[in-house]
């Protein structure tokens, strides 16, 4: 696949994920105790054998920097690459940041107009989904299309957060609305609730065909239409203008796809992953996610009761612990008598050291841990924090959604504790 590029979008704000993206940006946020977002589109890529990859960056980038530098090298005989483009000032492209997903790739034509270059792949850097862009590609070629977007069969109720396409009896798209609002702007997009795919996928009463924001284009294509244009957005601005053009084909996708971009999508989707049979197994042994190899001891467990949960590297787990439906993230540290239900923990980025701890016990701040007796229930905690003796993280009174004291936020019900919060013993969530 040397004349394919992928261009992964790993640059915005994440401000519906906002305290996760706090102080790293979207792509950067830690998903299922040990792995990260961004885990997800490159090992998509490199399952499908694509390995010429860039990440294009912009805010708050430095974790994901280190996360991709320590993770994603290849030998030198592969020719396979995961390269950082961030937002620079240049002679050429000007010294203004990424303007939109489209501007953030027309900043970076130099590196898609190599030679050997035939096809670019675009994709998003915070879904959740496993996908063959290898199929993709075939059904590119064979339908002579200048630009293929891969959607997914949804019910018009779910329609409104997404771009919603049309297409005709070939699979070719010829109708779009950006985020449908009104009955009067679904209707033009609303698709045969019985119509089945030229590959056998069904809609199963679906009367509506979402955009994934996966986009192959013909290199050549893609150049006209950026150098052509001042468009910021390929979602917005050069889809539609595509479509008018060029010939635009649909590639039905038709397995689990969720986008990350709240605390409520992300908060379900962890917990989603503990079910008997999830929607998404991180455990396929022909298409692996990848994430970076870290050289951690095994998690040691004390008597306790644990049901329905998933536990990574490097945990210390005291006595007389209850551990239900939740995520425990890399090294984290939990006391005696501690109750976590409903919970995604992310878990810490080190061990602290005895100076570290003997600091925090000299001046009376928790170290760097679950404290004995605390209970955390339906919560996310971020990396990193201090949980003092006896701390409460329940919303069992439906307090409304903002920020609390000591670096607590809720948002759409969830109590999300923010990377490095500190919280004395006997803190309760008021």
């Known amino acids: 696949m040397r004349n394919v590029i992928c261009l992964v ?13 706090k102080y790293r940006s979207k792509p950067a946020v830690p998903l299922a105790g040990k792995y990260r977002l961004i885990d997800i589109p490159l090992s998509n890529c490199l399952n499908s054998q694509m390995n010429r990859i860039y990440v294009l960056t912009q805010f708050m980038s430095v974790s994901l920097h280190r996360h991709i ?38 900043k970076n034509l130099r590196y898609i107009q190599q030679h050997g270059i035939e096809y670019v792949l675009i994709l998003s850097g915070d879904q959740l ?8 590609l075939d059904s590119h070629i064979e339908s002579g299309a200048d630009v293929s977007i891969a959607g997914l069969p949804v019910h018009s109720k779910d329609a409104s957060g997404l771009g919603i396409m049309k297409i005709d009896e070939t699979g070719r798209v010829n109708g779009f609305v950006e985020k449908p609002k009104t009955p009067e702007e679904l209707a033009h997009v609303r698709t045969d609730p019985a119509w089945i795919d030229a590959r056998g996928i069904q809609s199963n009463g679906r009367d509506c065909l ?11 294509t893609l150049v006209e239409l ?16 595509a479509i008018r053009a060029k010939k635009v084909q649909m590639h039905m996708f038709d397995s689990y796809w969720e986008d990350i971009g709240t605390i409520k999508a992300f908060y379900e989707s962890n917990l989603a992953t503990l079910a008997p049979t999830p929607p998404f197994e991180f455990v396929e042994e022909e298409a692996p996610i990848f994430t970076r190899a870290r050289f951690l001891p095994p998690t040691m467990v004390m008597e306790g009761n644990f049901a329905n949960s998933m536990i990574a590297d490097g945990c ?30 992310m878990g810490c980025d080190y061990y602290a050291t005895r100076m570290e701890t003997e600091a925090d016990e000299s001046s009376g701040r928790p170290r760097m841990k679950i404290g004995s007796g605390s209970v955390i229930k339906g919560a996310i905690v971020d990396k990193n924090c201090h949980i003092g003796n006896n701390v409460r993280v329940v919303n069992s009174d439906n307090l409304p959604d903002k920020e609390y004291p000591e670096g607590v936020t809720i948002v759409d019900g969830i109590p999300v504790v923010e990377k490095g919060a500190c919280l004395p013993d006997g803190w309760t969530l008021t």
């Open 226 to 241: 950026l150098e052509k244009t001042d468009y910021q957005d390929f979602g917005k601005e050069i889809f539609p203008a």
């Open 316 to 345: 210390q787990i005291g006595k007389g612990c209850t551990i239900k439906n939740s995520v425990i993230g890399l090294r984290s540290v939990i006391e005696e008598n501690v109750t976590i239900e409903d919970s995604v923990l």
């Open 129 to 136: 989904y496993r996908m063959d862009y290898r199929e993709m």
């Open 210 to 220: 979402a955009s994934m924001g996966n986009y192959l284009f013909n290199r050549d």
């Open 69 to 106: 530098r320590q993770t994603y090298r290849f030998d030198h005989f592969s020719g396979g690459f995961v390269e950082l483009l961030a937002a620079q000032q240049t002679a050429s492209e000007g010294s203004d940041w990424y303007q939109g997903t489209a501007d953030a790739v027309r």
């Open 9 to 21: 979008l790993g640059g915005g704000r994440g401000t519906r994920l906002y305290p996760l993206t």
